[in-house]
């Protein structure tokens, strides 16, 4: 089993930045890679970032030179740096976990303001 706890979710305004953090517990060695997606209200989860773990990144176009995700291996955490948000991005954002199953955690909510 792995575990995963999101943090740094809030409320910016448009323009503005926030770091989530997503760290991992348990059965971490059977990851495979991780990643962020996002749910706004009415629409279906969507990928926005993943990680390998051998560090190879990939962006969902929305989010392409706005967004970095990155990894600190000793923390077993990874980060989704968020620039130049949009009131597009107000969504709910889960951190995945991929291996021989899924995981997810609980979600943090991000608001961008106009």
């Known amino acids: 089993q792995v575990q995963l706890v999101e943090s740094g979710g809030g409320l910016v305004q448009a323009g503005g930045s926030l770091r989530l953090s997503c760290a991992a517990s348990?059965?971490?060695?059977?990851?495979?890679?991780m990643g962020w997606y996002r749910q706004a209200p009415g629409k279906q989860r969507e990928l926005v970032a993943t990680i390998t773990s051998g560090g190879i990144t990939s962006y969902a176009d929305s989010v392409k030179g706005r967004f970095t995700i990155s990894r600190d291996i000793a923390k077993n955490t990874v980060y989704l740096q968020m620039n130049s948000l949009k009131p597009e991005d107000t969504a709910v954002y889960y951190c995945?976990?991929?291996?021989?199953?899924?995981?997810w955690g609980q979600g943090t909510q991000v608001t961008v303001s106009s």
């Open positions: 348990g059965s971490i060695f059977s990851i495979n890679a």
């Open positions: 995945g976990a991929r291996g021989p199953r899924s995981y």
